[in-house]
């Protein structure tokens, strides 16, 4: 058994082997240590305190009061209060009602207060109080968090348990046993606050800690923490290489406009398809396990098309991450729901998504995209991004922003011909003087006519956008220009017949459309 004085040299020289291999701190940060008053954290925060010299880093204590506990919670507050004064450290306090937070927000009260502690974590990053923020999270709290996200169904992101990063939050102990900490403290007889709603095991986490976590090392294995820390470790590893992929994936098939993420169906169904191996490799089984080599009919081996859905699974998860304008956690099934619709949805056919997505096919592509507001009963969904102004051409330049659409309409008034160049580049030229007040500028509407020059009779605008494969979310708030009522443009469409500038037009309006900035 090691004596006391080599157990701390021991630990101290992990922990500075930790920090250093996960580059978890800079010379000349401000480390905000988190200290909520138990074992690990007012260990850390010592442990911390003798390596500061060599790490050349600036201490401070942070502590959050969650008011869960009463007087208990105030107890704690005043003990790290007391603790940062003994060591002449600063000492950062935020404080808040978090049950009350949770049941405003009808929200899981662990989720509530995660999220007041982090987020007075990113206040004091903000305002550069702090640099880095360090938490106590022990391997036991990881080994722990493995096993409940494996007990509730995980994929690869949670076999990766806790990271050791995320964002301005570090936790250096990920590899530090509670135990050791706890004799460590002992040692310098140094005491810490015990949270009683730890031991009670109504709670999921509780009882992994106190007894299916036991259990497992006392039956089974004595090294689970340490193994199930590996397994964390190794799926992190894994898991961002496969982001990495279905990363790359997203800047190179998807397509973003108005915001919108589309992706062409084939492409997406093709990122299921594994290149075949063209030579086999040395240890090749000798087995019935599927692989990308066959022994074909002659007896030599052949290539075979595999097929994995983990690339598109991931693509899919990550668009919806960018189109998503909220919080909502997809699922396994909404995922299995996409590549259904991918795979033998209809045209036209959508899927509400968490986060207040949509997702729509539309023809061979999937359409990713905030979803529309719900329209009132018999309301047409096109009247929903709704416009209506007026248009004065007494000026030689006109211009109309169009806030629903993100877009600007600039109507410019040139003579014709002498001027004709212009429209070869710049846009929709009509006849000034066919034009008839009131010129209105609008959405389309269910029932509009309009007959583009080349056709010989007016079709409703509706049929011309279906002919065009305009999509419903497309086509939503579609601009037009009215003369006296009837229809003189559509974007996308040439000018109607009867408005266009031909060999008699002597003074035009040029068209021309462009984003707001």
């Known amino acids: 058994m090691a004596k006391p004085h080599q157990a701390t040299a021991q630990l101290l020289d992990n922990l500075l082997t930790a920090i250093r291999r996960g580059r978890l ?17 007012v260990a850390m925060l010592h442990l911390l305190l003798e390596l500061r010299e060599k790490l050349g880093v600036v201490l401070s204590v942070v502590h959050f009061n969650h008011r869960l506990r009463g007087k208990a919670s105030d107890a704690d507050e005043k003990f790290v209060k007391n603790l940062a004064a003994k060591h002449a450290l600063p000492f950062h306090v935020g404080r808040d009602d978090v049950a009350a937070k949770a049941r405003r927000e009808k929200a899981n009260l662990e989720d509530a207060a995660r999220r007041a502690r982090y987020a007075f974590f990113a206040q004091l990053v903000q305002e550069e109080k702090v640099t880095r923020i360090a938490v106590g999270h022990t391997a036991d709290d990881q080994a722990e968090t493995v096993l409940a996200h494996i007990l509730r169904g995980t994929g690869l992101a949670g076999l990766g348990g806790i990271h050791p990063t995320s964002s301005c939050i570090v936790r250096p102990l990920l590899q530090i046993r509670r135990s050791d900490l706890r004799v460590y403290l002992k040692q310098r007889k140094q005491t810490w606050r015990e949270d009683a709603t730890n031991r009670d095991t109504s709670k999921m986490r509780a009882r992994i800690r106190k007894k299916l976590l036991p259990l497992l090392e006392k039956q089974f294995q004595p090294a689970a923490v340490q193994h199930l820390n590996a397994l964390a470790a190794f799926a992190r590893e894994d898991n961002t290489y496969m982001d990495f992929a279905a990363a790359f994936h997203v800047d190179t098939l998807c397509k973003r406009e108005n915001g919108a993420i589309s992706i062409d169906i084939p492409e997406l169904l093709k990122t299921q398809q594994l290149p075949a191996s063209v030579s086999p490799p040395p240890d090749l089984p000798n087995s019935r396990v599927a692989h990308p080599l066959r022994l074909s009919k002659g007896g030599g081996l052949e290539p075979t098309q595999q097929q994995t859905k983990a690339i598109t699974r991931r693509l899919i998860r990550q668009i919806v991450h960018h189109a998503k304008p909220e919080a909502g956690q997809l699922t396994a099934p909404h995922v299995d729901s996409i590549l259904n619709l991918a795979e033998h949805g209809e045209n036209g056919k959508s899927l509400p998504l968490p986060g207040g997505v949509e997702v729509r096919r539309e023809h061979n592509k999937l359409v990713f995209r905030p979803k529309l507001n719900a329209p009132r009963k018999n309301e047409p969904i096109a009247l929903l991004k709704k416009f209506e102004q007026p248009i004065d051409f007494s000026t030689s330049e006109t211009l109309i922003e169009v806030p629903c659409l ?95 500038a031909n060999e008699k037009t002597r003074v035009a309006i040029l068209i021309a459309e462009q984003e707001i900035p």
């Open 406 to 500: 993100a877009c600007l309409f600039r109507f410019t008034t040139i003579d014709w011909p002498p001027k004709t160049g212009e429209t070869s580049v710049t846009g929709t030229v009509l006849d000034r003087h066919a034009l008839c007040p009131p010129i209105v500028l609008r959405n389309w509407r269910p029932g509009d006519q309009f007959r583009p020059s080349g056709h010989r009779k007016a079709h409703k605008l509706k049929r011309l956008l279906n002919e065009k494969r305009i999509s419903r979310w497309e086509r939503e708030g579609w601009p037009v220009l009215t003369s006296a009522g009837v229809l003189a443009w559509a974007r996308g469409f040439p000018v109607a017949a009867e408005f266009a």
């Open 25 to 41: 701190f800079q010379p000349g940060d401000s480390v905000g240590v988190c200290v909520s008053g138990g074992a690990d954290s």
